[in-house]
């Protein structure tokens, strides 16, 4: 099932709050996705094209966001809905809990309805002639005069002062809001108290993931549609963070505490969260935690001894035959910090490239190993993924270990892609569809 869900496009990125709010509970329900972006002045004419009643009686009366959603019937049209509101009722119908996490939370749809559409926009006409100025200035001179025309906005900057009073009214809308906060029943980051997975992964230093392990676990999460939210540490963190949260170590050799690891919240409000360190520990946690068929499940019935002699047989000797062509690569992408931390920590041979005939040699070791696998490959037939058409753990090793050579050394990642008349170029693919539909709450 995909959704076709159609945003606003500002020069190739998002701007709009309201489909943002549509992007979330998307990817908070687990729901895949596609993106078509219009820019303003193509909405109406885009939306009658597909035959999408008006949105609202008054102008504009085509709106984003819209969602598609296909119909069983592979002849039928597909199902429109629009309004962000609207569509999140929508998608808790059609798609329920358990199986799907809420939206709404039972018994609040009336309350965050009356909350959306008589508190919000006051705090919205109280920031947006401080704001719209600057959305003027990444829209394209259409857009703009659009809004002009049918708005009734000013795009204008308002007087210093003037934007100074407003802001400060902004912020006291939002201070009220806070303290409202302080009355859940229920604790938690969310004004519903909602407390969500979290989920370690390590950074380069500037605020991006690069290791292939912690990359296992997100697909792991978001193919069960589990919302977390990421805690990321450097290299050098890890260690001291695991102990003081009383972590066990994951290993009786150097290095003793890795990543990633998760903290799955009690459901006492006053009981620790329960730790799990390492990717497939964490997988059969997520299974037996949130079982099928509620949560898709990470290992198909049956297939988890199968899966683990492959992850700790097969896939680390292939591992090994990569990790000599990504190490010298480190310094390129990781901070100061890590890389200090590494040379000390790790053999100086091990961030030097290898001679070119070894070289040559051993990539052609890594292109025979994806020979054989594409051949067991292809007795799935159809299917898209290792274990047939749903994709699983295995899959998930092979998403992190293409996700490490693609951060390192890009132009080898390519040539793999290209390997058996393009197969893996399209199997990676596929995993990266798994992690756009994120269930991520950052």
């Not at 908070?28 to 008006?54: A, D, F, N, Q």
């Not at 998930?396 to 890009?410: H, W």
Request: glycine letters at 8%; proline letters at 10%; charged letters at 25%.
């Amino acid at each position: 099932m995909t959704l076709d869900v159609v945003y606003f496009n500002a020069r190739g990125a998002t701007w709009s709050p309201n489909t943002y709010k549509t992007r979330l509970c998307l990817e908070y329900k687990g729901l895949p996705y596609r993106t078509e972006y219009l820019t303003l002045p193509e909405i109406e004419s885009k939306m009658k094209e597909l035959g999408v009643p008006p949105v609202k009686e008054t102008s504009p009366q085509y709106t984003l966001p819209v969602i598609a959603d296909p119909a069983d019937d592979p002849n039928g049209k597909p199902h429109y809905v629009g309004d962000s509101f609207k569509i999140a009722v929508y998608l808790d119908e059609k798609y329920p809990a358990p199986e799907y996490p809420s939206l709404f939370r039972s018994g609040t749809r009336s309350m965050e309805h009356l909350f959306i559409h008589q508190y919000l926009p006051i705090i919205a006409r109280v920031g947006s002639a401080v704001v719209m100025p600057k959305v003027a200035r990444i829209l394209d001179d259409m857009s703009n005069e659009y809004i002009k025309r049918t708005r009734g906005v000013s795009l204008s900057p308002i007087p210093a002062e003037e934007a100074d009073e407003r802001w400060k009214a902004f912020r006291e809308k939002f201070f009220d809001i806070g303290k409202s906060l302080d009355y859940r029943d229920e604790e938690g980051p969310f004004i519903t108290g909602n407390n969500p997975i979290i989920f370690y992964d390590l950074h380069d230093g500037k605020g991006a993931s690069w290791s292939p392990n912690p990359y296992k676990t997100r697909l792991s999460l978001i193919h069960k549609g589990l919302p977390f939210r990421v805690e990321y540490l450097l290299l050098a963190e890890v260690e001291p963070k695991l102990k003081e949260l009383g972590v066990s170590p994951t290993s009786d050799t150097f290095p003793h505490y890795t990543l990633p690891m998760i903290a799955d919240p009690s459901s006492d409000p006053n009981g620790e969260p329960t730790y799990v360190a390492e990717s497939f520990a964490i997988a059969i946690y997520l299974d037996e935690k949130y079982p099928a068929p509620e949560y898709p499940a990470i290992f198909p019935p049956g297939t988890q001894g199968v899966q683990h002699l492959l992850v700790n047989q097969y896939t680390t000797g292939l591992a090994a035959l990569m990790i000599p062509f990504l190490y010298p690569k480190l310094p390129q992408v990781l901070d100061e910090q890590t890389m200090d931390y590494i040379r000390r920590t790790r053999s100086p041979e091990a961030l030097k490239p290898p001679p070119k005939e070894e070289a040559t040699k051993q990539w052609q070791e890594v292109q025979d190993k994806f020979n054989g696998l594409a051949k067991a490959l292809d007795l799935n037939g159809k299917g898209g993924f290792i274990m047939g058409s749903q994709p699983s753990f295995i899959d998930f090793l092979f998403g992190g270990l293409f996700y490490y050579m693609g951060r390192f050394d890009d132009a080898r990642m390519k040539e793999i892609a290209g390997w058996n008349d393009g197969k893996w170029g399209k199997y990676w693919d596929r995993l990266q569809e798994i992690e756009r539909s994120s269930s991520g709450l950052d």
